[in-house]
């Protein structure tokens, strides 16, 4: 092996998988775990095999001091990151007349010759009527009105740049 890397000019390197703290963190688990089996097999030590489920149940649904939340997907955990994600949740809502671009549906559709550099957003297109829950209805710089109500989740705000000032021209023109 030595030989052919010599051979093909490259370097051999020696690393391990080792990740200390990953590995402090295991034992750490690991001495929870048995802690637990232990006052759980006090009584019959050979029932071993029946409570280790009930014992990985046990860890995995209490609460941790340092961290002050569970591992448990129906736990604490999961409304701590519900919370979390729901800090940086917007909701969008739009008014009518304003000039939106609209995602392309359904999602990760290529125009063909195109592939990978289709466009993923469409438009401008504009706000033609707010129907309530987040739901619009939408006209094209045709004059067009869209028959399907769309989420204002697949709707962006339009911020025209320099290549954009003949469509806005051209919106605006139709408002």
């Excluded at 637990?36 to 097999?41: H, Q």
């Excluded at 961290?67 to 997907?73: D, L």
């Excluded at 309530?132 to 204002?152: F, V």
Aim: a positive charge.
């Amino acid at each position: 092996m030595q030989d052919m890397a010599e051979g093909l000019k490259i370097k051999l390197l020696q690393s391990t998988p080792y990740y200390a703290q990953a590995n402090g963190q295991t034992e750490s688990s690991n001495k929870v775990i048995i802690n637990i089996i232990r006052k759980m097999l006090e009584e019959n030590p050979r029932q071993w095999h029946e409570k280790l489920s009930e014992t990985l149940w046990a860890y995995i649904t209490s609460k941790r001091e340092a961290t002050g939340i569970c591992n448990s997907a129906h736990g604490n955990r999961s409304s701590v990151v519900a919370r979390a994600y729901n800090k940086r949740v917007r909701n969008k809502s739009f008014e009518e007349r304003e000039i939106v671009w609209k995602v392309v549906l359904p999602l990760r559709t290529h125009v063909a010759g195109y592939e990978k550099w289709s466009p993923t957003w469409e438009g401008p297109l504009i706000i033609n009527q707010v129907l309530g829950l987040e739901a619009y209805r939408l006209q094209d710089q045709d004059r067009d009105i869209h028959a399907e109500p769309i989420k204002g989740k697949w709707l962006k705000k339009f911020y025209p740049t320099m290549w954009d000032s003949q469509a806005v021209q051209t919106v605006l023109e139709s408002k």
